[in-house]
């Protein structure tokens, strides 16, 4: 069944070396954010900004940005509410936020204590007077103005004035988050995300106020050298961000706080940021990747990094509220991802205390929910207090979950009528506008070569070809189809792979690192070009204690892989860990990036009958090769394949068999030519049906003994854990 532990942690610690996905200093600079987060004596100052109201760019998001840091810092990191100022819209001009980093955070913060900075807007770029060809990055304020030809000043804060706001804090914990972009691309909305930069040419400059207190700073003796910055993307990329289902925000504030809610004292903040920029990557593509930026990467840290301790235990969210004499509750759940937000109604949430109190989830707006509490026989009055925090217990997902295509805005109008004809024939999939929530959009396929053309920008009808796209935009690879395919006929063609995006959204539903109780393991592993382990995965709630050795030095080179990256030559395989005191069953899927899921097994390749046998307690195994042969030579592990792009791997682990998607399998599936034990799903969405069932059967003794009753999906968190790894293929 695999190598014991202990000689398999012999021989990984000679070949693979070390689990993590960043280099040491980057490592430590960003543990910085979370070693700071969690000081448990020092006290901790913030300040939150948000501007949606812009004069003539609004925003959706920002103010939303704001709720998820103060709940996080509050009920996550124990931040003193009124140590936290929040400045919105009419308040965030830009003498109220540069007075308020100084009043409130400046003249306050001592050596010692924690201090974080957000901001979430527009940005822009300026040009200084004496260099005009020299450009700058600014924040816009709420009070932005329009230059004129007799006065070019806008009222813009520099970045160079932030950060040397931050390197004059008396202390080193400090940290800003900018959740903005400054480039003008020439369009304000790109597919279903509005972007963050100020929608208009740059042709303004600093005024003269912006640029005295920029000099005051820079001539202070007192300027730390470094000052650390988690940025939305690089500078020359677009920051966006997106509405879901009740409410609007960031993608890189949502999915950096929605990381932190679940974040471990073993967690480095490496895995944390990757993730977040895993998560912006898979919604937004190449056109927004988050960043760490440091100014002085030579300086020694300042900080002890070795005693990060987080004031609590990981979390899908907290109490903010009782009514009804204790018997209603409610929830901020910043912590659950966006597709379980969604379809959580009817789950159930544990109360992180003694007294296990269950909350039933009765309704919900945006992030905040009521719940009831549960009744219990042994319940004592006065146990429910503000502030406790929430993990989930029961994950109830309804059984007709179905995949939403928006419309793209350049289709015309009879395109759009029989596209919504064409769409309202293919089961569970329902059409909505340009700009709601979805999860594909679909559209014409941009053309760069014509026969005929109507006008150099509009090819005609004949040669017009429809495709699926991602929400940034992105063809969504393989889906093209030729030229002069009728929009009825295009839908048809691509029922296939709405199916397969649909199974790739159900099997997403079933990831739960941040609330499984059960004690597995996966690590993901090349074998070739380079024997290396990439990444590991485990439950954060398990209680695992193992850990690989630091990174290599030769993976110390790649100081800005903030996302897994596989070259399509690579040879690669999973191992799989059981640590609990029970055998556990598996079942591992790969989707490419054209949505395409396949299915992993162990032993041959005429054969998925290892995913039928289970991983007994303490015991590993790889997939898809035999763990006895695993590092001599390079025949074993599969080929990273597919179209260039993000593709995902997910480890689905319970404690039951998988009998209904075994098989779903066997029913209909298609052999790879590779000689592997990979097949290549033909009816995908069968699978993932069945894996569903299967979780919902292996949950029903906690469903009951919990109480409740359901026509919906029950999963039980504690007997089902399903890991994934998002990774860049090149």
Known sequence: MGLKRREFLQQAGRVLGAIGISDALWLRLGSRYLQALAQPTARKLALLVG???????????????????????????????????????????????ETAFVTHLSEQAKPGDVVVFHFSGCGSRVSLGESPGIMQNSLVPADDVLPLLANRAVNDILEETLLLLVRELAT????????????????????????????????????????????????????????TVLAAGANSQLAAEQEWNGFTAGLFTYALTQTLWWATPASSFSVCFSRAAGTVEKIAGLSQQPQIRHHDLTAAPTVNFSNLMLNSPASDGAVTALEDGGKTVHLWLGGLSPGVLECSGGSVFALDSSAGDLLLLRGRTGLSAKAQVLEKPSRTEGQ????????????????NIGLTVALDSGLERIERVDATSAFATVPQVAVVGSEQPADCRFGRVPETTL????????????????GLFSLAQMLIPDTQGDGGEAVKVAVQ????????????????????????????????????????????????????????????????????????????SSRSLCILYNDSDRPVYFAVFCSDSAGRLSVFGTEGKDSVAGMSGPIAPGENLTVPAAGAILFEGFANGWAVSGPIGLAETMIIFSESPFAQTLAAIEAEMQQTRDALPIRVLLNPLNVARAVLEDLHAASIPGVQKVGISTDDLALDVNVWATLSFVYRVV
């Open 172 to 227: 080193e914990n400090a940290i800003a988050i900018l959740d903005t972009s400054y480039p003008y691309p020439g369009f304000r909305k790109n597919g279903n995300f509005r972007i963050r930069s100020r929608p208009r040419p740059t042709v303004g400059q600093p005024g003269l106020a912006e640029l005295t207190f920029a000099e005051d700073l820079r001539s202070r003796p007192n300027l730390r050298p470094d000052a």
């Open 51 to 97: 501007v949606d109201k812009y004069p003539d760019s609004p925003l959706h998001g920002c103010v939303t940005d704001v709720d998820l840091q103060r709940e996080l810092l509050i009920y996550r990191f124990g931040f003193v509410p009124s140590d936290i100022l929040t400045l919105t819209d009419a308040q965030a001009t830009r003498d109220n936020i």
């Open 451 to 466: 026969v005929e053309t109507v006008s150099p920008h509009e090819p005609a009808l004949s040669q017009r070809r429809y």
């Open 493 to 568: 063609r691509l029922t296939p792979q709405l199916k397969a995006l649909q199974a790739g959204k159900l099997l997403r539903l079933t990831v739960n690192e941040g609330s499984s109780r059960l004690k597995v393991r996966a690590v993901l592993a090349t074998l070739a070009p380079q024997a290396r382990a990439l990444a590991q995965r485990e439950p954060v709630r398990a209680g695992g204690d193992y850990r690989l050795e630091p990174l290599s030095g030769e993976s110390e080179k790649s100081a800005n892989a903030h996302i897994l990256s596989m070259s399509k």
């Open 384 to 399: 429910l207090t503000v502030g406790q925090l929430v993990r989930e217990e029961i994950r109830v997902l309804p059984r």
